[in-house]
């Protein structure tokens, strides 16, 4: 593939609402692209809650603010940012574009974001950096392995010019993906072994064998760590506290977009559990089912600091590479902006629990 992967139908700067770019995606992508992207795990339960939990808040706006423009600006680990928006890790990026997670990364920097890049990219992460000028990125691995493994792509990433570690802790093994199983989609090992070329990540995510990680590996690999860790995978309170006590810095409240357990709650739902659990020790991200900039929104006034967008990015990779990434992450800030002037909020620290009601 050298290319976006849809067909001749695409036109580059088409992508005008995130509501048309779903459609888009999955009428023009080739029937494996669009399943891998869309698919989950099991019977997708948790695919479909994840975005049924964003229709149970409702937003009750306070009229007459005096609002006039929004600053979507913020911060997060340090690392400014132009919207509280990270692209999630995308894995196998270069089966939905030759110039996978280097598109992305120059589409986030392009548009002052922030992307998280996957461990299992077709690009080694030296390769993606060069393309991110001036962007900030966050190196994204797997808890499985060897710890030197672990240790050694992480001093790679530091030494790119990466400012944090996130650790994905929810996918030992892949999930029991059906769709793509039905549909038998088969994809190269050239696509996600970028920065394993021996073969030992496909080999260590791919097995049956899980992982031997636990709490105490972590800790140990954080130790190592010479930039901040951020944990990616985290559905309880429980599991919150113990990134708390390994020394991260960042949580993301994620079920992986319902591509690895099927029938775990909501990433929306657990969020206010994991808040109330971490009090303040530790910055709160959370992804799941995020569609518009009213959703980012909903999320911000739940107490969250951040979000990560993966399916939305992935899909404008898929249709016009970097030019769609882009268009994808202006259009959930100009979302997010529009949303907060119409609910009296000039700035990200005003939105607030107070915008929200939950439906009855």
């Not at 530091?158 to 994809?187: H, K, M």
């Amino acid at each position: 593939m050298t290319g976006p992967a849809a067909g001749s139908t695409t036109a580059a700067g088409q992508i005008r609402t995130l509501t048309h770019l779903v459609r888009r995606a999955e009428s023009e992508l080739r029937p494996d692209v669009w399943a891998y992207i869309d698919t989950g795990s099991g019977d997708e339960v948790t695919v479909a809650d994840n975005r049924q939990a964003f229709g149970r808040w409702q937003l009750v706006p306070r009229q007459l603010a005096g609002v006039t423009t929004a600053d979507t600006g913020t911060t997060f680990l340090g690392i400014g940012l132009s919207a509280p928006v990270l692209t999630a890790p995308i894995g196998c990026d270069r089966f939905l574009c030759d110039d996978g997670l280097r598109a992305v990364a120059a589409a986030a920097a392009d548009s002052g974001m922030a992307a998280v890049v996957a461990e299992a990219s077709g690009w080694p992460l030296e390769d993606v950096a060069a393309a991110a000028t001036g962007g900030s990125m966050i190196m994204q691995a797997h808890a499985s392995g060897e710890i030197g493994q672990f240790v050694e792509l992480a001093d790679r990433a530091v030494a790119a010019g990466y400012r944090a570690v996130c650790v994905t802790i929810d996918c030992p093994v892949l999930g029991w993906r059906e769709r793509l199983r039905r549909l038998s989609v088969s994809i190269d090992p050239a696509h996600y072994s970028g920065n394993h070329p021996d073969g030992r990540f496909a080999a260590t995510l791919v097995g049956e064998t899980g992982s031997s990680w636990t709490w105490r590996t972590l800790r140990d690999a954080a130790d190592r760590l010479t930039v901040p860790l951020m944990v990616k995978g985290v559905l309880s309170a429980s599991d919150a506290v113990h990134a708390v006590d390994c020394g991260a810095s960042a949580v993301v409240v994620s079920n992986h977009g319902g591509r690895q357990l099927d029938s775990v709650p909501a990433t929306l739902d657990q969020l206010p559990e994991i808040l109330e659990a971490v009090d303040g020790q530790l910055a709160v991200a959370v992804d799941g089912g995020i569609r518009s900039g009213g959703d980012i929104f909903k999320a911000l006034a739940l107490g969250a600091d951040a979000v990560l967008i993966g399916r939305p990015v992935a899909m404008g990779l898929a249709l016009e590479g970097r030019t769609g990434v882009k268009a994808v992450l202006d259009l959930f800030t100009a979302e997010l902006a529009r949303t907060m002037v119409l609910a009296g909020c000039a700035r990200i620290s005003d939105i607030n629990p107070d915008l929200l009601r939950r439906r009855r």
